[in-house]
């Protein structure tokens, strides 16, 4: 909280704002509802870092990226109008996947709100259902106070984005402002701790569980807490399925993990929590790729369910012991009052014969680069340090299967919305947060379509990411589901027409390579990493190949299909 009074435009305001709330780098595009904006920028451009995306899209997806691997939030600019109607997607991405982002969008000046004027979206009515929480700024002395309650909603409880959208009359206005920050949130007040009656009954659950299972979400990632997770895990010897987007809250390397659960998750995790007692739910959504058919899933389990939101409890699945609190604090708490372990040697047993007799597999063809293969050699190669994104289809699925990841925050995908286009921006913005870190672009030819016009960031900013096209000339996961399900009419799903990747790399002064083969592969891959810049690959795989296991639409978590023995 602070009082000081002077002269300013509103734009000043905002950067001060921004300057309290230590914000390095933003990600945006100008226009003319933010003119004011930037030409603040442009005085303080030696407090910021300021990334030109090529599309606004751009932008939210690199902010949304930045978020995921730096924990703070990720800050976009854009104009009035279709600057911030580009921004839609993105921002929805951020909300189903908790992502903390503070967005400022340009907006028409209050005297002409509501007449169609140039430029004019009403972005308050787009983005209510997808955004946190909204504001369209209304006088230029609540701006300070909107912009720290902005970061504030953004970055506690379950994160999320937050809009705050300012007319450019408020922008551009001089006037004597004070910049007072106080507020006051009485409607929102996120618990935090768990109730300790709750995690008592938690720990005779456990106690008295045969088939006990956790599973970890992306909510132990956001609450900083795997390595009390892994730590509980140990201590009670509990096995740990994962989500999609909980990879690496728990090393997937460790014996007690059983790999990610879901749609194309393994045999064991899967088949754990068909058949588990009791199941441990940190920091999960519950979504239905995870539960296939829920008249199936943990049907014969008692359900306790440790999540921020208390929205998420019972929304899909019924629960018995629902703990409100951030997932870093339940683990805490669990980790100093539950001391009985429960006796389950034949179940561990069970998990281990599942893993050893059902593991992830594929068969290697002399006709091409198997997918999977292409992802095991990138984890040779980044020896499973790399920070990964991926866009989504088939590529993403086998980054979650074959990329083993045993540390938090490597691995940034869109989950909840799955939307193609985000893996190559999401990339950039990684390797902002973490310019000394390895950074992969896992794409798939369809989306990396969808946003390479932001390669011109990588050359702009010398930005060193490995961007790798898993190229099968088609819309993998489109075509697989046509092939599985649609007698294989292949409707509007394959590529053959492509542009030549390696000219396009070379167009923006980028290292552009081709592969064809595996041999060819082997040689070029160390290549890639050793060059310490960026690098377009552009890797023909076999296009028929799909991902298995699967679970069928509307079947149970039990009925995967494609599991080899
Ligand atoms: C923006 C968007 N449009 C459409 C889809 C539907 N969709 C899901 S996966 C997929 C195919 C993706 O193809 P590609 O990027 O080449 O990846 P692959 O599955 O081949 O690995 C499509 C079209 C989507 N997820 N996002």
Redesign the pocket.
């Known amino acids: 909280m602070r009082t000081e009074t002077s002269t300013k435009t509103g734009a000043d305001l905002l950067v001060e704002s921004l300057l309290r709330e230590d914000v390095e780098t933003i990600f945006g595009y100008p226009g003319g509802a933010v003119l004011p904006i930037y030409d603040a920028l442009y005085k303080a451009k030696e407090s910021f870092h300021h990334v030109l995306s090529r599309h606004e899209q751009g932008a939210v997806h690199a902010a949304e990226g930045y978020a995921r691997v730096s924990g703070k939030p990720g800050v976009v600019i854009a104009t009035s109008g279709p600057g911030a109607t580009n921004l839609v997607?993105g921002i929805t991405d951020a909300m189903m996947d908790s992502l903390p982002l503070v967005i400022f969008t340009g907006q028409v000046a209050r005297q002409v709100i509501g007449t169609d004027a140039f430029q004019e979206a009403d972005v308050m009515g787009i983005t209510t259902p997808i955004t946190k929480h909204n504001y369209q700024v209304q006088s230029m002395s609540d701006l300070p106070r909107i912009v720290r309650e902005a970061f504030h909603i953004a970055t506690t409880g379950r994160k999320g984005p937050v809009l705050v959208d300012i007319p450019k009359d408020i922008s551009a206005s001089i006037q004597e402002g004070s910049f007072d920050t106080t507020f006051d949130l009485p409607g929102y007040q996120p618990t935090t701790k768990p109730n300790p009656l709750q995690i008592k009954k938690l720990a005779d659950a456990i106690s008295k569980a045969k088939k006990p299972l956790l599973l970890a979400g992306a909510g132990v990632l956001h609450g900083e807490a795997s390595s009390l997770l892994k730590a509980f895990a140990v201590k009670h010897s509990l096995p740990v399925a994962t989500t999609l987007l909980g990879l690496g809250s728990f090393p997937g390397n460790h014996p007690l993990s059983l790999g990610m659960a879901g749609m194309h998750g393994t045999y064991a995790a899967n088949m754990a929590l068909y058949d588990c007692d009791l199941l441990i739910n940190i920091g999960a959504r519950f979504d239905d790729r995870l539960t296939g058919n829920l008249k199936h899933f943990a049907k014969h389990a008692a359900v306790a369910h440790i999540d921020i939101d208390p929205a998420e409890i019972g929304k899909n699945v019924n629960t018995k012991i629902p703990i409100v609190a951030d997932s870093k604090e339940a683990l805490h708490e669990m980790l100093s009052m539950i001391e009985e372990s429960p006796q389950h040697e034949e179940w561990m047993k069970q998990l281990q014969d599942w893993k050893k007799d059902f593991p992830l597999g594929y068969k290697h063809s002399d006709e091409g680069v198997s997918p999977q293969w292409l992802v095991e050699a990138i984890y040779k190669e980044t020896e499973g340090r790399a920070i990964v994104t991926t866009?989504?289809?088939?590529?993403?699925m086998w980054a979650a299967q074959y990329y083993t990841f045993s540390d938090p925050d490597r691995w940034v995908t869109s989950g909840g919305l799955?939307?193609?286009?985000f893996g190559f921006p999401a990339a950039i913005g990684a390797q902002l947060a973490k310019p000394d870190e390895t950074v992969v672009a896992l794409?798939?030819?369809?989306?990396?379509q969808?946003s390479m016009q932001e390669l011109s960031l990588l050359q702009e900013k010398g930005l060193p990411v490995k961007v790798i096209i898993?190229n099968?000339e088609?819309?993998?996961?489109?075509?697989?589901w046509q092939e599985s399900f649609y007698e294989e009419r292949y409707s509007e799903?394959l590529?053959p027409v492509q542009p030549d990747y390696v000219k396009l790399a070379e167009s923006y002064q980028i290292r552009g390579f081709k592969v064809e083969t595996e041999e060819e592969l082997q040689r070029v891959i160390p290549e890639v990493f050793a060059y310490n810049g960026p690098v377009v690959l552009d890797c023909r795989v076999l296009k028929l190949e799909n991902v298995y296991p699967m679970i069928a639409p509307g079947k149970g978590i039990h009925e995967m299909i494609g599991v080899k023995p």
Request: hydrophobic share 35%; proline share 0%.
């Open positions: 997607t866009d989504v289809g088939q590529h993403q799955g939307t193609m286009g794409v798939g030819d369809g989306g990396f969808m898993m099968n088609s819309l993998g996961m489109v075509r697989q799903s590529l």
